[in-house]
């Protein structure tokens, strides 16, 4: 079974400070990672993915993951964070025998405060 | 390109009243997905359809929830009869085949609040 666990439930930040959102997921095979965004009243959307090859990953507006096997970790980053990043994010699994079967975390809660 | 359709898009209903939930996915998309999502929870699976045909429906719980998606397109999804736990936002969403590298698009959501 695959899973995932995001460690921050609520994240307060200032204008241009950095963030890192964690992600741990658990699966015994080759995965695909996913980070997702919903901005206040708009839909889950992609923010970046990571398929194969570079474990770094750079996706919109600025966003970027690294995916690091050994700690079964793809945690997402931004240099610095604007008020239009207030949003909440979900990283997402999806093991590569699981047929597009995605497994959500429970999200993290950005307020950028300007 | 237009994205991913849900109707309604909020609904309350007294428990043990019934309720049914649209989605139209994007065009070309042979995959479609069903997720629950609870307040302050993530997305959780409840039914893939691979065109007309169901991929897993192990978190659906069948004797209250049923889905179809007749045609290999329109996609409904039932809830006969509701309760309190129902209470969630029930998002429809679609990927071109299915394979785990697809990006899945969302729809907006169907908010549903059981009293």
């Known amino acids: 079974a695959q899973s995932v666990s995001q460690h921050n439930h609520h994240v307060i930040l200032s204008e241009a400070a950095s963030l890192e959102l964690g992600c741990n997921y658990s699966?015994?095979?080759?995965?695909?990672l996913f980070w997702y965004v919903q901005y206040p009243g708009q839909h889950l959307q992609l923010l970046l993915k990571?398929?194969?090859?570079?474990?770094l990953v750079k996706g919109i507006k600025g966003f970027e993951a690294e995916f690091i096997k050994s700690k079964f970790s793809f945690n997402l980053r931004k240099p610095s964070v604007q008020w239009s990043d207030t949003a909440e994010y979900f990283c997402?699994?999806?093991?590569?025998?699981?047929?597009?079967?995605?497994?959500f975390g429970d999200g993290t809660t950005l307020t950028v405060k300007p | 390109e237009a994205g991913v359709a849900q109707s309604p898009r909020y609904k309350i209903i007294e428990k043990r009243q019934s309720v049914a939930f649209w989605c139209n996915p994007i065009?070309?998309?042979?995959?479609l997905y069903w997720y629950q999502q609870i307040l302050g929870q993530g997305p959780k699976l409840l039914i893939q359809?691979?065109?007309?045909?169901?991929?897993?429906d192990s978190q659906l719980p069948k004797d209250r929830f049923s889905a179809e998606r007749l045609k290999g397109v329109d996609s409904t999804l039932k809830i006969q009869p509701a309760k309190l736990e129902d209470s969630a936002v029930y998002l429809c969403?679609?990927?071109?085949?299915?394979?785990?590298?697809?990006?899945?698009?969302f729809g907006e959501g169907s908010w549903l609040t059981v009293v």
């Open positions: 699966y015994g095979g080759t995965v695909n």
């Open positions: 359809f691979q065109n007309n045909g169901v991929v897993d």
């Open positions: 990571y398929f194969s090859g570079d474990p």
């Open positions: 997402a699994v999806n093991g590569a025998t699981n047929a597009g079967k995605s497994t």
């Open positions: 969403a679609s990927s071109l085949d299915g394979t785990s590298g697809n990006t899945i698009y």
């Open positions: 065009s070309g998309h042979a995959t």
